[in-house]
């Protein structure tokens, strides 16, 4: 295994993680505004980017394998050990505020949800009961025509 691949792979997942940060930032922004086509596009840029996540996972993975990164802390030298520690730390970080925003734009999605639905009972009329209710045969009453005149 070659450290610097794993300290390059993992550097490539930190600037990419710390993009994703800024567009979910952008997404709450959006969001308060309601702007649909910018969300659009701004999904389409996050799916870019989680694209980009996976292939570069996917080689950290084939070079580290499954292995921890802490585990890889105590075989190598001190400068690559305090680059590889400060990489795990950044991400680490850049994670869970990823998370938070996340959890907060799930928030202003869910209202949002919640007032359309509300608006949308305000305008639209009440469901007629298409059901039969006790005293109806389920004939219906006579209309204008006697069909059998």
């Known amino acids: 295994m070659n450290i610097h691949q794993l300290i390059e792979s993992l ?3 930190l600037k ?4 994703l ?18 969300l659009t596009e701004l999904l389409k840029e ?3 980017h989680i694209l ?3 292939k570069v996972e996917a080689e950290r993975s084939r070079i580290a394998g499954n292995t921890a990164l802490s585990d890889f802390l105590a075989i190598f030298p001190d400068e690559e050990r305090e680059t590889l520690a400060g990489i795990g730390s950044e991400l680490k970080d850049v994670m869970a505020k990823i998370k938070e925003q996340n959890a907060l734009n799930q ?16 305008v639209t009329p009440p469901q007629d ?21």
């Open 52 to 54: 980009a996540i996976e």
């Open 21 to 38: 940060f800024e567009l979910a930032i952008r997404k709450t922004g959006i969001l308060e505004l309601e702007d649909v086509p910018a």
């Open 11 to 13: 550097a490539k997942l």
């Open 16 to 19: 990419l993680h710390k993009s």
């Open 107 to 122: 928030h202003l999605i869910t209202q949002s949800l919640k007032f359309i639905s509300f608006s949308m009972s305000l």
């Open 129 to 149: 009961d298409y059901n039969y209710g006790p005293n109806e045969t389920g004939r219906t009453e006579k209309g204008l025509f006697n069909s059998k005149a």
């Open 46 to 48: 996050e799916q870019a």
